[in-house]
Structure formats: structure tokens, C-alpha cells
């Protein structure tokens, strides 16, 4: 019969193995983390670890602080377990992923709520699919060249007379992209209020570029809108026009045009011209992204600039001013928000802060909001993230501050 002192220090022996086991997988966990903290502070334009490294704190940056607290609590109690030395280890480099982990994500927090908005990091934690039911109609607006160009129409949540309304230009290097992409966004806004309107235009294939027509598209698409809105409850006398990336650029240059009055179109129609424009990490400069953004594989950005000019920019000068959002400046723009991610690899952020302040040398009214340790698309990897929490509060603050929020019952009987 085995002797029961045997037993008991076999037992402990296999009980300090486990806690050597947890300590290891603890400094594995924070290692990981380490990285990306390292990586969030680098260029991303310059690495694929600084482009990693800055992609995911808008996401993720509340999950790993809660990795890196518990890698803290699993190291004490290995510690006292028995596992001593790989603790000693394991122990520091957790409280260093925690301590840099919070900052990181304070850093995002208050840089929301500096600007009007609002992010709670422990809601954060509950991240939701940006696919959500789709929209309450899809319509066809325009065919081209046997090609259906939809609009996806999200009713307004009826909150007291007229709503006001929101047209959505999606991204995606003008190559890839869709209208419903941030539908749980649209469903949103709408769900606030707003008559929401997220429109299709062509692409570039290899055979054909969009530079001239992807304009024409948004233009026809606002026509229709102008001339439908009334139809689904809303007032196209309080229209804002939002664009992420290629659609910001689109946005921009559809909005300060318009103001102009240098818009043509073939569609039927007046083109309306909006109230407010906001853009997130907005395609302006079209040169700066083809020489400087990072070499996505797949997604790089000289191949997305040649494909929509149709060829290398220095063969086509006339076209890179058709699409550069510079051309378009001038005083009667309207209001300007603009979302700009500190650590954009592919839409290089100094490119959009260089926007901004010629935009306001030009008279525009324009507001920068610089989020931190961001990255380009910082806001649509999951619904409900801190990232995506910035974005639609900042953006509801600053329609409200523009006269286009939707108007509530109360105010809508006085």
C-alpha cells in the first residue's frame, strides 16, 4: 500500500506543474499583448507590425486590459503556489501589458469624450456583429450600362415631424465595398431618427476605371434622393452626407462642388446640396495614399489609385485634380467633420490633418476629431466596440450642433 506522505508530495509536485503550466501561459498571453502595445506605438506606415499593432485597440482594447489583469492575478497565484521563479517572470510583464493596455484604452475613452461623444469600455467588452437585419427597403436607382446601382433605405423611428436625412457613401478603395457593409450603423441612426440612405456606385474593374464615374453615380443617387424623401418621412432641406475612406472622398468632393454650384449631372432632378458632412479617414489626397500607404497584400494602396485613374497618376495629372478633394475647396462648403484615426497605414493620417488645415485656410468650417491609437476602418470591425461607440456619438453631437437631429415630440408640439 502506498505510503500517504508519498501521495501527498506526488500531489503537490503535480499541483506546483500546473501552476509552472499557468505562469507560462501567463507570460505567453502578455508577451502577446507587449507586442501589440509595441506596435501601437510605431508608424503604420512603415511596418506590418505598427499597421497590426494600431488595428485592433479600437476593438479590442478593453478585452486585452481584462487579459492582462488576469495574467496579474494568475501570476500571484502561481507565486504562491509554488511556481516561484516563473512568476518572478511572469508577474511583471503582466503588470506592464495591464498598466500599458489601460492606457491605450483611457487614451480612446477621453479622446471620445473630449469631443463630444461617448465610449464605455466596460459595454465595449460586448462586441455585436455589423451585419444586422438589413434595410427596410432596397430600390433600384439608376442602371448603367447593364448595372443596377441600389439604394438601401432605412426608415426613421418616427420621433415628431419631418426627418431629417442622411446619405451613406461606403469605402473600400473604390475597388471593393457595399451598401449595407455597416448596416447595425445605418440601422442606428435610424433607429434615432434619421431617414437613412446608403447608395451604390461603380467600382473600378481592370478593364474599367471609376474616377469619373463613381462621381456620377453619387450625384445621380442624391438626385433621387432629393426627389424621394419625401415619400419615406423625411426633409431633404436637413440633409447630411457621410463617407468612410473612398466614399469620404466621394462625400467631400460631391458636397463642396455642389456648394459651388459646379455639379453636373444627367440624372433627373435638382442635386440637393447638404447641410453637414462627415467623413471618416477620407481618401483626400489620392498622391499621398499612392506614395505613402502601406502595402496591404491585396489591398495596396498604388494598386487601388492606379485602378480607379485608370493608370499611373504622373500619366494622368488632369484626372488626379478631378479627384483630389483640394480642388473643391472653397468658402461656401458647408460644415465639415472629419474622424481621423492617428495611426492610419493606408489613408496616411498627416495626409487628412494637411486637409483639414487647408480646408480651413479656405473658409471652411471644419472640425478635426483625432482619435488614438486607431487604425483605417477603427469603427467597423464589430458593432459596439469603443471605436465604433466614438463614431456614432461624436457624429450625433455634431449633427445636433448643426441644426440635424431629428426633432422630438416635445419639441416637435411647441
Not at 461623444?117 to 455589423?130: D, T, Y
Not at 456648394?259 to 489620392?286: F, H, M, N, R, T
Not at 486607431?374 to 461624436?394: F, M
Request: contains cysteine; glycine residues 10%.
Amino acid at each position: 500500500m502506498a505510503d500517504t506522505g508519498d501521495i501527498g508530495s506526488q500531489q503537490a509536485s503535480g499541483m506546483r506543474w500546473l501552476w509552472r503550466i499557468v505562469a507560462v501561459v501567463s507570460i505567453m498571453v502578455t508577451a502577446c499583448i507587449l507586442l501589440l502595445i509595441a506596435g501601437a506605438m510605431r508608424d503604420p506606415t512603415r511596418s506590418m507590425h505598427g499597421m497590426i499593432g494600431s488595428a485592433i485597440w479600437t476593438t479590442f482594447g478593453p478585452h486585452l486590459f481584462m487579459f492582462g489583469f488576469l495574467c496579474i492575478v494568475l501570476s500571484i497565484l502561481s507565486y504562491r503556489c509554488g511556481a516561484r521563479r516563473l512568476s518572478a517572470i511572469a508577474l511583471p510583464l503582466a503588470v506592464v501589458a495591464c498598466a500599458g493596455s489601460a492606457f491605450i484604452t483611457f487614451s480612446i475613452v477621453s479622446a471620445t469624450y473630449s469631443a463630444g461623444g461617448a465610449a464605455n469600455p466596460i459595454s465595449g467588452l460586448w462586441l455585436r456583429p455589423m451585419e444586422g437585419d438589413g434595410p427596410d427597403h432596397e430600390i433600384v436607382f439608376s442602371e448603367v450600362n447593364g448595372q443596377e446601382l441600389r439604394v438601401a433605405i432605412y426608415r426613421a423611428k418616427q420621433t415628431g415631424g419631418e426627418a431629417p436625412v442622411m446619405i451613406y457613401i461606403h469605402g473600400g478603395g473604390f475597388m471593393i465595398g457595399s451598401n449595407v457593409e455597416t448596416d447595425a450603423d445605418l440601422r442606428w441612426f435610424a433607429d434615432r431618427g434619421w431617414l437613412v440612405f446608403s447608395v451604390d456606385y461603380r467600382l473600378w474593374t481592370n478593364e474599367v476605371a471609376s474616377w469619373d464615374l463613381a462621381p456620377q453615380d453619387v450625384a445621380c443617387a442624391a438626385a433621387w434622393v432629393g426627389q424621394n424623401a419625401a415619400a419615406y418621412g423625411g426633409t431633404i432641406e436637413r440633409l447630411a452626407l457621410l463617407g468612410d475612406s473612398a466614399g469620404g472622398n466621394l462625400a467631400i468632393n460631391y458636397s463642396y462642388a455642389a456648394a459651388q454650384e459646379q455639379l453636373e449631372s444627367d440624372c433627373a432632378g435638382e442635386l440637393p446640396i447638404p447641410k453637414a458632412v462627415i467623413v471618416q479617414y477620407p481618401a483626400v489626397d489620392p498622391l499621398a495614399i499612392y506614395e505613402h500607404g502601406f502595402p496591404v497584400p491585396g489591398f495596396e494602396p498604388e494598386m487601388l489609385v492606379r485602378g480607379y485613374l485608370g493608370g499611373e497618376p504622373n500619366r494622368y495629372p488632369d484626372r488626379v485634380h478631378r479627384v483630389s478633394s483640394y480642388t473643391y475647396l472653397s468658402a461656401h462648403a458647408p460644415s465639415t467633420l472629419i474622424l481621423s484615426p492617428e495611426k492610419d497605414g493606408l489613408v496616411p493620417s498627416w495626409s487628412v490633418y494637411r486637409f483639414a488645415d487647408y480646408a480651413r485656410l479656405a473658409g471652411v468650417d471644419v472640425e478635426l476629431v483625432r482619435i488614438p491609437f486607431a487604425s483605417h476602418v477603427y469603427n467597423q470591425l464589430a458593432s459596439n466596440s469603443i471605436g465604433n461607440q466614438a463614431r456614432l456619438s461624436i457624429t450625433e453631437r455634431f449633427l445636433t450642433e448643426q441644426g440635424l437631429a431629428p426633432i422630438t415630440g416635445s419639441r416637435a408640439s411647441d
